[in-house]
């Protein structure tokens, strides 16, 4: 139901652009966003948009990733420059419905960083 694309290799310092859709036309979710996790570790929230348009970022992100979001198409996008190879990890859009309250996950994507 999450689409997403994007992954790829980089080398460090570089940047790469996440996109994730939701398919279908009934969704309606008030918020979207990215979770990653690294091999070994467990998932982490790394930012997040709600339909007001309000961001929030995890800290090891912040001035690095840009979070935007096109609600008429249910579509979240992280831009991610100055990528660290602890960037690394395995990405999942994730969204939660209005109504029912309930999370969406997309099938995950992976962004490997090179040092």
């Known amino acids: 139901q999450l689409q997403a694309s994007g992954g790829g290799l980089v080398e460090a310092g570089g940047s790469l652009r996440l996109s994730c859709a939701a398919s279908?036309?009934?969704?309606?979710?008030?918020?979207m966003g990215w979770f990653r996790q690294a091999p070994g570790k467990e998932r982490e929230l790394v930012t997040s948009l709600t339909t007001a348009g309000n961001p929030t970022y995890a800290d090891s992100v912040k001035g690095r990733f840009t979070i935007s979001g096109d609600n008429a198409k249910n579509a979240v996008f992280l831009q991610m420059n100055s990528l660290k190879p602890e960037d690394t990890a395995v990405y999942y859009c994730n969204a939660v419905g209005e109504w029912p309250i309930r999370p969406y996950w997309g099938q995950g994507t992976l962004v490997t960083v090179s040092s």
């Open positions: 279908g036309s009934r969704f309606s979710f008030s918020v």
